[in-house]
């Protein structure tokens, strides 16, 4: 039994063949899982020195019990193939390079995952509750890290609320008044 003979037209498909053939596409199928998998657990990600200050912070924010694909890959089928594609692309950096500085860029961060509910839809009454989570700073290109930024990765503010700063950067005028 020779698949590339068949493969070049040189010997007729059998059905030994076609269970050869299906044999190799299970396989693959499994091995593809269970690297996905695998490479989805944050103790992967912690493996490369230059994750370790990421993983040891994450460790002790309020989002280690978050797996780092649940803010950092896109959502779906097509967002783990895209996620798992970015990674390999790390990885094979991360092998010949000499130094690599990992660096999640904010629109790729997926708060939305789990905080869908924040994002409020009426401003007028979120504004007088003096919730900032209104879809009007979204509209306005802002995200989440725009106010949050270093929430899980920085041991100083991984815990803490945004101060009063980081609104007086935009409404410095309204809050005078």
Known sequence: ???????????????????????IIVFL??????SAAYT??????????????????????????VG???????????GLIKTKAKGMREVYVHVTSDK??????ERDINCYSCH???VKLNADKALAAKDPHTVKHFDNGMTCVTCHSGLVHDTKLNNA???????ARCHLDAMRK
Request: charged content about 25%; overall charge neutral; some cysteine.
């Open 40 to 65: 989805s657990r944050p103790e992967f990600c912690g493996t490369c020195h230059e994750m370790d200050s990421m993983y040891q912070s994450w460790q002790m924010s309020a989002h280690k019990n």
């Open 161 to 167: 609320v945004p101060s009063r700063d980081s609104c």
């Open 1 to 23: 039994m020779n698949l590339w003979r068949v493969l070049r037209g040189k010997e007729k498909l059998t059905g030994r063949h076609i269970g050869v053939i299906g044999a």
């Open 116 to 118: 869908q509910d924040k």
């Open 68 to 78: 780092c694909e649940d803010c950092h890959g896109e959502p779906g089928a097509l």
């Open 100 to 105: 690599i500085e990992p660096k999640a860029n």
């Open 29 to 34: 199928l499994i091995s593809a899982g269970w």
